[in-house]
């Protein structure tokens, strides 16, 4: 801004020098100073219809964000569902209480203990598709083919 005050000034001053008639000086500098004027106004209402538009593009910007992220949010969900190992679950029915429930497959884990009575279930993983031989201390020989040993494998 101050690049264009000194050469407006410069011009102000080579057209003092060059024209020496008062009045035709006066009517030359009212008709620049009306140019400048007119190009300042432009310059200004330019300014605003881009300070709205850039408005316009900042809340795009927000709401596109909110939907990438959202989107992030939804495809970190399928690859943990793809790749990540699966844990397998089960339904158990509790036989002391009847209560069911349900728990993640672990080998290793060899008993549960019931949510509703706190009593402890044994668990025999020995048999195929973690059925029941119908000896386990749990159903007592009452397991059928779809709920084997008091639980439903998902």
Known sequence: MQELNREYKKIIEDLEKNIPNKEQLNYVKEQIFKI???F???LEKILEVNEVRFEILEKKQEETDRKVNGLEDILNDIERDIYLEEQEEFNIICPYCNYEFT????EERKEIICPECNNVIELDWSEEEYGCSGNCSSCHGECDDDDKKGTNKK
Do not use: G, K, R
């Open 36 to 38: 400048t004027s007119l």
């Open 40 to 42: 300042m106004e432009q």
């Open 103 to 106: 728990a993640e497959v672990d």
